[in-house]
Nanobody
Framework: QLQASGGGTVQAGASLRLSCRAS????????TGWHRQAPGKEREFLAD????????TYADSVKGRFIISKDDAKRTVYLQMNNLKPEDTAIYYC????????????WGPGTLVTVSS
């Protein structure tokens, strides 16, 4: 299972870095993705990174502000969030999707990010 951490309460314009750590690894043929769910809204995909080449994909809503990266030695994927806005307030989750798969798995409990204006 994956464990997301690093959330908190910040003011608009601030930055936060979230971490997603895997308890164990037997393969790197998967994507690790960050998602969020704001109050009253559906869960939203933000970004993912491939376990082999480190290729990244971003949703248009965060492109240019959020950066996804990974440290294989620490079994951790990061989400650097810059210039945060009140509309970024949500619970942030990480999950995995195998190469060729369509569903995300190993959802952890998430970490809450609150951005005040």
């Amino acid at each position: 299972q994956l464990q997301a951490s690093g959330g908190g309460t910040v003011q608009a314009g601030a930055s936060l870095r979230l971490s997603c750590r895997a308890s164990s690894r037997t393969s790197n043929r998967f994507f690790t993705g960050w998602h969020r769910q704001a109050p009253g809204k559906e869960r939203e995909f933000l970004a993912d990174i491939s376990g082999t080449a480190g290729s990244t994909t971003y949703a248009d809503s965060v492109k240019g502000r959020f950066i996804i990266s990974k440290d294989d030695a620490k079994r951790t994927v990061y989400l650097q969030m810059n210039n945060l806005k009140p509309e970024d307030t949500a619970i942030y989750y990480c999950a995995e999707k195998p190469y060729g798969g369509t569903r995300w798995y190993s959802w952890g409990p998430g970490t809450l990010v609150t951005v005040s204006s």
